[in-house]
């Protein structure tokens, strides 16, 4: 039974990590100017807000779409970035029967999956897996770079990916949520990505590298972004597709606030289930 609940955990874990990777990625690279400063081009206004995107310290937002291998999700989460990385997101992966809605905390650089009731029948009425990333180290709960091992990182290292784009262009001005904002889009290649980021300093490319790896590694090439930009140079929704090896990546994200107050807490010691301490017991 705990060789089966380990098993359920780190699938779960994965794909949880895996759309919040992926969100928190768009959720700044898609910030952009709302179009109205005089001469402005639709690239100098995308390189204009990938700049801003250091102001912004916490998100909340809800997402819908496909992730590669793991089909139609919906999610809402909050997730603060500074100083640390802190997130809480409740997800529902719509495209499984049963124990298809899970909850993922990372607080500390530990990363905790929730399964309810489900998971409480696996794994002797604890609801909580708890992963300790700094320990377990890159892919080693997912497989793949885009997995729970890469969740802790830093959302704003994406925020430059199209300023690296030829063909950003100003679609039109839509109303989103009730919100006037302006949309933009834009294509940009994995190498073309890789390309910009020799002008970085070592530092900043290591780190853009590594998410650039992540895109990479799942065997996507191009990128296509859509973003719906508020007046405060805010985005106020995106839209980030590719093509990858295990099907499509279709992202749709709406903002609800930005730097607001975010407090996640680690879920009762009582409820959960720590891996390490289960790998343990499995080699004893």
């Not at 530990?110 to 009425?125: I, L, S, T």
């Not at 497989?143 to 063909?167: F, H, V, W, Y």
């Not at 010691?269 to 004893?284: I, N, P, R, V, Y």
């Amino acid at each position: 039974m705990m060789i089966s609940a380990r098993g359920s955990a780190r699938h779960k874990a994965a794909s949880a990590a895996l759309a919040a990777a992926l969100l928190s990625a768009g959720a700044t690279a898609c910030a952009s100017s709302d179009g109205d400063s005089p001469g402005m081009t639709p690239a100098a206004a995308v390189a204009k807000a990938a700049a801003k995107t250091e102001e912004i310290t916490s998100l909340h937002y809800r997402m819908t779409g496909k992730v590669p291998g793991e089909g139609r999700i919906e999610a809402e989460a909050s997730m603060s970035m500074k100083p640390t990385i802190s997130m809480s997101m409740e997800m529902t992966a719509l495209d499984q029967a049963t124990d298809n809605e899970i909850e993922i905390r990372l607080v500390d650089k530990a990363m905790y999956v929730g399964g309810g009731a489900a998971a409480a029948k696996e794994m002797d009425g604890k609801s909580w897996m708890k992963f300790d990333l700094s320990a377990l180290g890159e892919g080693a709960l997912g497989g793949e770079s885009l997995g729970a091992g890469q969740a802790d990182r830093n959302p704003a290292e994406e925020s430059a990916i199209l300023t690296g784009a030829k063909d950003v262009e100003k679609v039109g001005t839509e109303t989103v949520d009730g919100v006037k904002t302006t949309h933009y889009k834009g294509t940009i290649t994995l190498d073309e990505w890789r390309e910009q980021l020799k002008d970085e300093d070592k530092q900043t490319r290591e780190r853009r590298e590594k998410a650039l790896d992540q895109y990479e590694d799942i065997g996507i090439e191009k990128l296509t972004m859509d973003m719906w930009v508020d007046p405060d140079d805010h985005t106020k929704q995106f839209r980030l597709r590719g093509s990858a090896d295990k099907g499509p990546l279709d992202m749709t994200v709406t903002f609800l606030d930005f730097n607001k107050p975010v407090t996640v807490k680690a879920p009762p010691a009582k409820d959960t289930a720590d891996l390490a301490d289960m790998m343990g017991d499995l080699d004893s």
